[in-house]
């Protein structure tokens, strides 16, 4: 077991081996040039210099693209369709953008692959209010990145913004690098596709329960209702609960994340390196609903949108974490090894500070993190 050996893991950031030439590089400003520059085997490095629509409803037929769970609540999603974006069975690939361009309505899965890059883009708009698991976010298994079965891979310069599930899931990989990243708050009020989810909502309240029961019963506004639902629920889950897998050598450093709940990041099974990392749920707050209001979502089935507490590093199923050189604000339970009584065999968690690495994390980050100009 990895707490057994702990002396011998040693965290190595990942590199990639590509190299650009003449033949191996092309820009793309559409989804049909960039599906078709995935299907170029001499194509290693795609530039994306405008935004690209993914969803399955808005492309032509590709075997890069897979339709992912149906949307049930976002007007535009019901129209635009979320897929899975397939690169599987890849080595040597960098997809990245010179200007920091969004990729929409869609999951990256890197699955079976290696030595693979995803630089400095933005994932967006991969999120919907959620009736049918009830605010606790585990129907639609939409993530903004999946890496399973893969080694080497390196997610660097990434904007992401609020998402179903996690921002990224990593499941029997190795050899995983995320760094110079960032989740970034909504702003409720200028948020056109955060909005429409709830003018959706506000319309046809009666199609609804837990969006009724809130505005009605409650009487909650909608501007407290936006507020609850706009904290990001998970970050990342790394590790199944199969014991058999094991995820070695992830490394996690100079990210921020804002307004997160808990996963921060929830390890089993695993071998971890996060370090020099900024959390800041400070803004996370319930004060903005009565005490009478907290009670009776808390008596109810929709308790998870008042999911009390912050989780941030856990590990657990004999994962190993090495904690270095973060900061953790408003997070009421910083280090945990196992939440309840599943999971029996806790982990371990390593913890590591530097006063005047912390003291100077926040302004490198903001200025490291987010896009990159070429």
């Known amino acids: 077991y990895f707490y057994l050996n702990q002396n ?30 995935l299907d170029n085997e001499n194509i290693k490095i795609i530039n994306i210099v405008s935004d690209l629509d993914l969803g399955y409803k808005m492309v032509e037929e590709s075997k890069y693209i897979e339709k992912h769970n149906k949307a049930l609540t976002h007007p535009i999603l019901k129209n635009t369709g979320v897929s899975k974006l397939l690169l599987k ?21 890197i699955d079976n692959s290696k030595n693979i890059e995803i630089s400095n883009i933005e994932l967006d708009e991969l ?9 606790n976010y585990d129907n ?18 990434i904007t992401f913004n609020k998402v179903y599930d996690s921002i990224t899931d990593i499941k029997n990989s190795n050899n995983i690098t995320i760094r110079n990243s960032k989740l970034d708050k909504i702003d409720i009020n200028g948020n056109s596709f955060f909005n429409s989810q709830f003018n959706e909502l506000e319309k046809n309240k009666s199609n609804y329960p837990m969006y ?10 909608v501007k407290q209702i936006k507020l609850l639902s706009s904290y990001q629920y998970k970050l990342f889950l790394i590790g199944p609960e199969d014991y058999g897998e094991k995820n070695k050598n992830i490394v996690i450093h100079d990210n921020m994340f804002l307004n997160v709940k808990t996963r921060i990041p929830q390890a089993r099974n695993s071998s971890v390196y996060f370090y020099n990392n900024y959390i800041d749920s400070s803004n996370i707050s319930y004060d903005i ?12 089935k929709y308790q998870k949108l008042v999911h009390l507490g912050t989780y941030g590093i856990i590990s657990i199923q004999r994962s190993y974490v090495v904690s270095e050189n973060n900061i953790f604000k408003g997070v009421d339970f910083t280090y945990t090894k196992g939440r309840d009584n599943k999971y029996k065999n806790i982990g371990r968690i390593i913890i590591k500070e530097d006063k005047d690495v912390l003291s100077k994390l926040k302004d490198k980050l903001d200025k490291d993190t987010g896009v990159k100009k070429d």
């Open 8 to 37: 011998k893991i040693v965290f190595n950031e990942v590199k990639i081996n590509v190299t650009k030439n003449d033949n191996n590089y092309i820009e793309v400003n559409n989804s049909k040039d960039f599906l078709n520059a």
């Open 89 to 109: 069975n890849r080595n040597g690939l960098i997809i990245k953008s010179s200007n920091g361009s969004k990729i929409l309505h869609c999951n990256i899965v």
């Open 127 to 135: 999120w919907e209010w959620d009736e049918e698991s009830l605010a």
């Open 140 to 157: 639609n298994d939409w993530d903004a990145i999946s890496i399973k079965n893969s080694s080497d891979i390196i997610i660097d310069h």
């Open 212 to 221: 009724q029961y809130l505005r009605d019963e409650v009487g909650l506004t």
């Open 289 to 300: 609903i009565s005490k009478k209001q907290k009670e009776m979502i808390n008596n109810s």
